[in-house]
């Protein structure tokens, strides 16, 4: 699908046409164990789901890779997790192991990308308070792998 739009500079009192392509992968998400993957992740223990479970979020399993393209990106992704109360991890800090999942994308094993902390609504230092006191946190990742390219996000 193409969308036309224009754009006007009040400086220069010009205005240009622009196109923008919405872009769909054509399916939600490829299910994980038809390539070998796991709805588990590979943390301490038996695992968790790829999935949120907080009370909050129930229902929220993965991202569509129908999406809009937007909310797909990493960008869009923080943009939209900061609306559900969610941010960045306060200067990079990481307290907890790291995880692992095989979407069955033919990536293998993949770490996560990001861990988003729940923001207590204080933007960019809200997520200290989670990574010390505890709080509701989700981790992600993107199926993008050469067998099962949905684009979706898988959430733990």
């Known amino acids: 699908m193409q969308l036309k739009f224009s754009v006007f500079n009040k400086k220069t ?3 240009k046409t622009k196109k923008l392509t919405l872009v769909s992968s054509g399916v939600d998400f490829y299910p994980p164990a038809a390539g070998g993957g796991t709805m588990l992740d590979a943390s301490a223990g038996l695992g968790e789901p790829l999935n949120v479970s907080d009370d909050d979020l129930t229902g ?3 991202i569509s890779g129908k ?6 990106t990493d960008d869009g992704f923080l943009n939209w ?3 559900i109360g969610f941010d960045e991890e ?9 995880q692992t999942a095989n979407l069955g994308d033919g990536n293998g094993p993949q770490p996560e ?6 923001n207590f609504g204080i933007l960019f230092i809200g997520s200290l308070f989670e990574t010390l006191g505890g709080g509701d946190h ?4 993107r199926q993008n792998g050469p067998t099962a390219n949905s684009g979706a ?3 733990a």
């Open 13 to 15: 009192k010009t205005e």
């Open 60 to 62: 929220l399993v993965i």
């Open 67 to 72: 999406s809009s393209p937007e909310v797909l």
């Open 81 to 83: 997790s900061r609306s």
């Open 90 to 98: 306060f200067l990079g800090l990481h307290i907890g192991t790291p």
């Open 113 to 118: 990308i990001k861990v988003r902390r729940q």
């Open 138 to 141: 989700f981790r992600y990742w």
């Open 153 to 155: 996000l898988f959430l």
